[in-house]
C-alpha cells in the first residue's frame, strides 16, 4: 500500500534529516516508526502524505509514485488518505459530528450522505454521534478528541492511515483504547502507519516497527510485547 524507495530529505537542514530511507507498509498491516523528537517522523509522515516531496528516491501509494503525479492530482490523493495530525486541528467553531463530515464534503459528498458517514466513523470510534453532535471539540477530554481525530481521518474509508502521535498527550487508559482502535482497523484491512516517540506504548504484537536516529531508518524490536 505504501512504499518508501531510497527516500532522503534535507531542505535547508544542516544535515539530511531522512538518509535513504526504504520501508513498504502492506495492506491491514500495522506498522510503527519509533524515534526522539526531532529525529523527522513528522516529516516521513508528510512525505507519505504527500505535503513534501523527497529530494531524492519516490514515495510510492497503491504502486503509484506520487512525485510524478500532476499537482492538480495531489489534493485527490490526500483525500483518499485517513490523516491525524499531531495537532489535530479539531474546528472549535462548529460541533464534532460536523468536524468529522469535512472530509466526506471535500470529496463531493452531499450533506446527507456525509453526515450519515461522519455518524457511522464515530460510532466505530466509540462517540455518540447524537452527543457529537451537540459538543464542539473542547468541551471532548483528550482521548475523545483523539477518537473524533480518528473518526475524521477514517470517514472515507481511507486504506492507508497514517498518525502522528495520536497517544502523546493521553493518559495509559485512554493511549490503550487509541491503539486498540487502531488495531482494529488494521485487522480490517486498513494499512495503519503511527509515528511515536512514546516508548511506554504496547502495540499490537504482530506490528512491524523501525526506528528513527540520525536520519537512518532501522528495524527495531518491540518496545513492549502486547
Excluded at 470510534?125 to 481521518?153: F, I, K, S
Excluded at 472515507?156 to 502522528?164: E, M, T, V, Y
Aim: charged content about 25%; proline content about 6%; aromatic content about 4%.
Amino acid at each position: 500500500m505504501l512504499e518508501f524507495e531510497r527516500v532522503s530529505w534535507r531542505r535547508g537542514e544542516v544535515r539530511p534529516l531522512l538518509t535513504d530511507i526504504s520501508f513498504t507498509v502492506m495492506r491491514g498491516e500495522f506498522a510503527v516508526i519509533r524515534g526522539a523528537n526531532g529525529a523527522g517522523k513528522s516529516m516521513l509522515l508528510r512525505l507519505a502524505a504527500a505535503l513534501a516531496t523527497p529530494d531524492s528516491g519516490c514515495v510510492r501509494i497503491a504502486g503509484q509514485d506520487i512525485g510524478r503525479l500532476p499537482k492538480r492530482a495531489l489534493p485527490v490523493l490526500r483525500r483518499s488518505l485517513g490523516i491525524v495530525p499531531q495537532e489535530l486541528l479539531l474546528l472549535n467553531d462548529r460541533s464534532v459530528l460536523d468536524n468529522v463530515m469535512l472530509p466526506s464534503l471535500a470529496t463531493g459528498a452531499g450533506g446527507s450522505e456525509a453526515r450519515l458517514r461522519a455518524r457511522a466513523a464515530l460510532t466505530r470510534c466509540g462517540l455518540d454521534p447524537d452527543e457529537a453532535a451537540r459538543l464542539r471539540p473542547a468541551l471532548l477530554g483528550g482521548g475523545d478528541r483523539q477518537r473524533a481525530a480518528l473518526a475524521r481521518a477514517l470517514v472515507n474509508r481511507p486504506s492507508l492511515l497514517l498518525a502522528d502521535e495520536p497517544t502523546a498527550h493521553l493518559d495509559g487508559g485512554h493511549a490503550a483504547d487509541v491503539l486498540l482502535l487502531l488495531a482494529q482497523f488494521s485487522d480490517a484491512g486498513v494499512a495503519v502507519l503511527v509515528a511515536s516517540r512514546d516508548e511506554r506504548e504496547s502495540w499490537p504484537a504482530r506490528a512491524r516497527q523501525w526506528r528513527l536516529a540520525d536520519g537512518v531508518l532501522q528495524p527495531a524490536a518491540p518496545a513492549v510485547a502486547a
